[in-house]
């Protein structure tokens, strides 16, 4: 079966992620000890959408984290190029649309809100796409990503990179229909700016008040950033 490399081809990266789609909501699960839940959660509180907003979610599979914002009223809508993973959840009642994160068909200034979870780490072009995302969103509308991160605790540091990354593609050779792809998710991790880093690329794509919060030690991370108002004159 498929995997990308780290160079992120899109072809290959929309073609492994169809090749995991079917169980990739269990798999997910088992391979996070279920923290994905928490995680969500964690990114629903943050991205705080209400009633009547229009929220974009980018690279939302799934849609597995669509229809928790959409619980708050929020007309979500959830985006990704990987048709196999938009069937994967088409039990899902939200609008599923296929679409690049660094192309989107959508026009300028119409979302109050974008969010990617999980996915961000797999766009060929990180500020390009962040720079997309602020293009479809309204002067002070929201950004949050959710997405692994760097541990904080450095004894947990040093263990999770030398060995937990090492053996994430052993238990999916169990766990997955697909166990290249779990090559690449491991190296994928390993390779991926830490906070702060992935902190400044936001806002050299041109969003302000970037700030983030550590989930699970730092496994994970949640960044938030608004769009500038439009400066008149
Ligand atoms: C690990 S999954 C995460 C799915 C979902 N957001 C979640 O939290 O479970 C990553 C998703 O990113 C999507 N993706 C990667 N690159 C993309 C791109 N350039 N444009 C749109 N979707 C992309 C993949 O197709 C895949 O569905």
Request: glycine share 8%; proline share 4%; with cysteine.
């Amino acid at each position: 079966m498929s995997r990308a490399g780290l160079d992120k081809n899109p072809r290959e990266v929309a073609e492994m992620f169809d090749g995991v789609a079917k169980g990739y909501d269990r798999t997910n699960s088992v391979m996070t000890l279920g923290f994905d839940r928490r995680w969500r959660e964690w990114s629903r509180r943050v991205l705080d959408a209400r009633a009547g907003e229009k929220v974009l979610d980018l690279a939302a599979g799934t849609a597995v984290s669509t229809v928790e914002y959409a619980a708050s009223g929020a007309w979500c809508v959830a985006a990704d190029f990987s048709i196999g993973m938009l069937l994967g959840g088409k039990h899902r009642d939200v609008p599923k649309v296929a679409a690049d994160a660094l192309k989107l068909p959508f026009a300028d200034d119409v979302f109050d809100a974008v969010t990617v979870s999980f996915g961000i780490r797999n766009f060929n072009d990180t500020e390009a796409a962040l720079r997309e995302m602020a293009r479809v969103v309204k002067p002070g509308g929201r950004l949050v990503i959710c997405e692994v991160s760097t541990p904080t605790f450095r004894p947990f540091r040093f263990v999770y990179m030398r060995y937990l990354l090492k053996i994430l593609p052993f238990i999916g050779r169990f766990v997955s229909s697909n166990p290249d792809a779990y090559q690449y998710l491991a190296e994928s991790m390993r390779t991926w700016p830490d906070q702060r880093s992935l902190a400044e690329i936001i806002a050299k794509a041109g969003w302000e008040d970037v700030a983030w919060m550590n989930l699970t030690f730092g496994m994970v991370a949640l960044h938030r950033a608004t769009k500038p108002q439009r400066v008149d004159g």
